[in-house]
T-cell receptor, first 114, second 112 residues
Framework: AQKITQTQPGMFVQEKEAVTLDCTYD???????LFWYKQPSSGEMIFLIY??????QNATEGRYSLNFQKARKSANLVISASQLGDSAMYFC???????????FGKGTRLHILP | DGGITQSPKYLFRKEGQNVTLSCEQN?????MYWYRQDPGQGLRLIYY???????QKGDIAEGYSVSREKKESFPLTVTSAQKNPTAFYLC???????????FGPGTRLTVL
């Protein structure tokens, strides 16, 4: 069965420090995409970063990078130089290419402390 | 501006009434999706549609119905058969040939 696991329900991090949010996934498909979304208190889901299973290099988007370890089925999100505005829920998600649906993890609530 | 709109932002209904949530996109995306989110939880798929006049059930379709008469619109009806309809509902769409879903601002439904 396809599954996304985010083991950190909540994290507190000092402003300007780097943050790593954990995500592991379970799939028998060979081809899939991995996503991270940010959900601030307003509720809207904001797309952050995407990694394809065939991509050999880790994806980066500004202060966000995805630490992709395929053998370990791990897709951790790294936020460099955290800011107060990074406080939000973060969701890891996966879509097997053979499927039309995206599977979401339960999320990690990140609190950035001033 | 291009984007996905959901209206209204907050919706209150009495128990036993059907209610329809709006989702419109002007991004020319083919696929559209409806999710439900409960407090402290991830997203669960209700229905999705890859093309006009066609849609498929997601993981929690019972008590919900949809239509896709136009590419731009994918309304969701929460029927009286849905046992616990109070939740946050998110609509999303995907460009043709792409994987990433883009979301609307959501509608918070409260059934009294």
């Amino acid at each position: 069965a396809q599954k996304i696991t985010q083991t950190q329900p909540g994290m507190f991090v000092q402003e300007k420090e780097a943050v790593t949010l954990d995500c592991t996934y379970d799939t028998s498909d060979q081809s899939y995409g991995l996503f991270w979304y940010k959900q601030p208190s307003s509720g809207e889901m904001i797309f952050l970063i995407y990694q394809g299973s065939y991509d050999e290099q880790n994806a980066t988007e500004g202060r966000y990078s995805l630490n992709f370890q395929k053998a370990r089925k791990s897709a951790n999100l790294v936020i460099s130089a955290s800011q107060l505005g990074d406080s939000a829920m973060y969701f890891c998600a996966m879509r097997p290419f053979a499927d039309d649906k995206i599977i979401f993890g339960k999320g990690t609530r990140l609190h950035i402390l001033p | 501006d291009g984007g996905i709109t959901q209206s209204p932002k907050y919706l209150f209904r009495k128990e036993g009434q059907n209610v329809t949530l709006s989702c419109e996109q002007n991004l020319n995306h083919d696929a559209m999706y409806w999710y439900r989110q409960d407090p402290g939880q991830g997203l669960r798929l209700i229905y999705y549609s890859q093309i006009v006049n066609d849609f498929q059930k997601g993981d929690i379709a019972e008590g919900y119905s949809v239509s896709r008469e136009k590419k731009e619109s994918f309304p969701l009806t929460v029927t009286s058969a849905q046992k616990n309809p109070t939740a946050f509902y998110l609509c999303a769409s995907t460009p043709t040939g792409a994987d990433t879903q883009y979301f609307g601002p959501g509608t918070r439904l409260t059934v009294l």
